[in-house]
C-alpha cells in the first residue's frame, strides 16, 4: 500500500466545497471518483484543509493510500486525464506511511482579492470580491495590525462553529495593493477556524469603508462574540496559497 501525497490546484466556483457530501459536486468526491476509474475501487482522498463552497485552492495537499502498481509520474497523468477542468494534480508523490495532510500541517496562507476598480472586471468575476467603494487602506492596516498573535479567534468563527479550542496564532495579515485596482489579503496562521479568514476580511473592510473605527476589530476579538463582528467576505475572493509542514 502506498501512502500518495497530492498538491493541488482547483477552481472552487462550482463546488459544494471539499467534503464528501451526498448529491454534491464536492473537490473530495471528484478525486474520489477518479481514483476509482483508475483503480477499480474506491480510494479516499484526506485533504489538509476543508475549503468551503465557492473557495478556490494553489495550494491544497491531500493525500491518498491506494496500492496501484503505478508510478506516480503515471498516476498523475491518469488523474489529471480523469479529473473534470477544474481541478489538477500539480504533484503528486510517494510518502511515508504516516503521513496525514491535515494532522502533520503546521501552517497555511491563504489570499483574500478584492477588486476595488470603478468597473467590473470579468477575468476577476470568478476569483476576487467586486467592491468599488473607495477603501481607506491605512486604516485597515492599523485595524489588522493588533490581530497578530496568539489569541482566542472566537468572534471571528462561523457563527454556531464548535471545536476543541478556538485559540489560534496568526503570524500574518497584510493588505497589498492600491486603492482603485486589485488589493490582496495576505493570511497566514498554524490553523484557522471555519469562516475565520472571510471573517476577518468582512470586518476589516467594514474599517476601509468608514463604517467603524480602526480600533473596532480589536473589541470584536476581545469580546469574542461573532454577533459583534462584521459581515462574512464572499467565499469567490478566497484561495489556499500553501499548506506548511
Do not use: C
Not at 476509482?36 to 468551503?52: C, E, F, H, S
Not at 491506494?66 to 506516480?72: I, Q
Amino acid at each position: 500500500m502506498t501512502n500518495w501525497r497530492l498538491l493541488l490546484e482547483y477552481d472552487g466556483t462550482d463546488f459544494e466545497g471539499w467534503q464528501l457530501q451526498p448529491g454534491a459536486r464536492t473537490v473530495q468526491g471528484a478525486l474520489e471518483d477518479a481514483f476509482a476509474q483508475i483503480l477499480g475501487r474506491r480510494v479516499v482522498v484526506y485533504g489538509a484543509g476543508r475549503t468551503d463552497a465557492g473557495v478556490h485552492a494553489e495550494g491544497q495537499v491531500a493525500n491518498a493510500r491506494a496500492e496501484s502498481g503505478l508510478e506516480a509520474a503515471v498516476l498523475q497523468r491518469a488523474l489529471n486525464a480523469t479529473l473534470p477542468r477544474d481541478i489538477a494534480v500539480r504533484a503528486l508523490d510517494a510518502v511515508s506511511e504516516d503521513f496525514d495532510a491535515r494532522r502533520d500541517a503546521r501552517a497555511k496562507l491563504y489570499r483574500y482579492r478584492v477588486w476595488n476598480g470603478a468597473v467590473r472586471s470579468p477575468l476577476r468575476e470568478r476569483w476576487s470580491h467586486p467592491l468599488p467603494a473607495p477603501l481607506d487602506l491605512d486604516a485597515m492596516r492599523s485595524a489588522a495590525a493588533p490581530l497578530l498573535g496568539t489569541h482566542d479567534f472566537a468572534g471571528f468563527r462561523a457563527a454556531g462553529g464548535a471545536g476543541r479550542t478556538s485559540v489560534r496564532t496568526l503570524s500574518r495579515l497584510d493588505l497589498e495593493g492600491a486603492g482603485g485596482g486589485e488589493l490582496r489579503f495576505e493570511v497566514e496562521g498554524n490553523a484557522f477556524l471555519r469562516h475565520m479568514v472571510r471573517n476577518l476580511v468582512g470586518t476589516l473592510l467594514e474599517v476601509g469603508r468608514g463604517r467603524r473605527p480602526a480600533g473596532w476589530p480589536s473589541e470584536v476579538l476581545a469580546a469574542r462574540d461573532r454577533r459583534l463582528g462584521g459581515p462574512t467576505a464572499p467565499a469567490r475572493g478566497l484561495t489556499l496559497i500553501r499548506v506548511d509542514y
